[in-house]
DNA sequence: ATTTGCCTACCTACTAGTAGGTATATATAT
DNA sequence: ATATATATACCTACTAGTAGGTAGGCAAAT
């Protein structure tokens, strides 16, 4: 791997492990032992090295989608929660989460990136389980959006409290998340 | 209103507008016209200050339980759920979440009064929807404190979600926590 | 006379970011 | 093949500014 996706790849972790405001340029020099110029060398502000973070999980998120594009929308969920789970197992929450919470400390051009991140995320959601609906396997009465805006915000509040109480918690929410759909 | 007080009200609303470790102390000194030493009197380090605020909330969080003893489940839920919408109207999200994000990157003191505050909310929680379930008024399967979960999580997530996406989606999903329960 | 609540004036450590230099590799021109 | 130019990826050494925090002084209230 080069510097660059070393970069990108310390910066992922620190975002979700202690969050962007809490971490600086020498926490990623110290690990990659080179100087902290080096770092500005490949992203000249931090603005730049987020919006980069930003947008390898937007493409993360587009290989996803491919790799469950032939599962049934039950599948599709229990994957999509697995991501969660096992960042969760590593100390980290996801980068939507992290970065939401910081969402009036960051320039403009960051803030619209973490809403297409959001967005894109949100819709796959909404349109999984418009198509579980249509093939009888979930079963709710509200709009497909607004079930997925309960299963989004039951995982972010999921991985924020687990962090408070116990790890524990965390996949519990996560069980009733799925009971919950198949009933 | 003595500094003390006015130092620990503008703490407050810094951490849950941008986050803990997104101000500073003289974002409170300018606010208040004072020298950054002047809160060092009253708070010997920011440490000291956020535990303030935790214990705020916790005295707050005891009196609006005493406040609601007399009322019936549903009106205690719907009471509970309009301290984080007026909150949100303002621009502040939950002490809890917006703590919870920079949990490891507190004080052990600070940890341990944040999980006091978390276990106290959780548990009133519980403890209502057990309530509301002997009454007849709420229905669901699984267990007091699981449905807690659930609920805090979906409020907690939708302050973090709904800052990213729209105003309006905090309260469709604080509607949608409502009707589920009562059904 | 002591406490309270602020002040001036400072400190150390760290932040993001810049200027300018260098070794090495690669591509191009002669 | 050799000289030259260019790009890459780092370096040292620095800047201005901010962070949290401290020492000691002073006026007013108790």
Redesign the interface.
């Known amino acids: 791997m080069n510097t660059r996706d070393k970069i990108i790849l310390i910066g992922d972790t620190l975002i979700r ?3 962007y ?2 971490f600086s340029f020498s926490d990623i020099s110290k690990e990659l032992n080179i100087k902290n110029a080096s770092i500005h060398y490949h992203f000249p502000t931090k603005t730049t090295l987020v919006i980069a973070v930003i947008q390898k999980h937007l493409m993360l998120l587009e290989k996803f989608k491919q790799n469950v594009t032939d599962e049934n929308a039950i599948q599709k969920i229990i994957k999509f929660l697995s991501v969660y789970t096992i960042a969760k197992s590593e ?1 980290k ?1 996801s980068v ?3 970065l ?6 960051f320039e403009p051009e960051v ?1 619209t990136e ?2 297409i991140l ?2 894109n995320t ?1 819709n796959w959601l909404t349109h999984t389980l418009k198509e579980g609906k249509r093939d009888g396997i979930f079963q709710y009465k ?1 709009t497909d959006r ?1 079930k997925a ?2 299963i ?7 991985e ?2 687990s ?3 116990y790890q524990h ?1 965390f996949h ?2 996560k069980e ?1 998340v799925i ?1 919950d759909l198949t009933k």
Do not use: E
């Not at 939401?100 to 400390?105: H, L, P, Q, S, V």
């Open positions: 492990k202690r969050g405001n809490a100390g929450i939507l989460g992290s939401a919470n910081d969402y009036f400390t803030q973490l809403k959001t967005d949100l509200m607004n805006l309960m989004i915000t039951n995982i972010l509040g999921a924020q409290l962090r408070v109480t918690d519990k929410i009733n009971d």
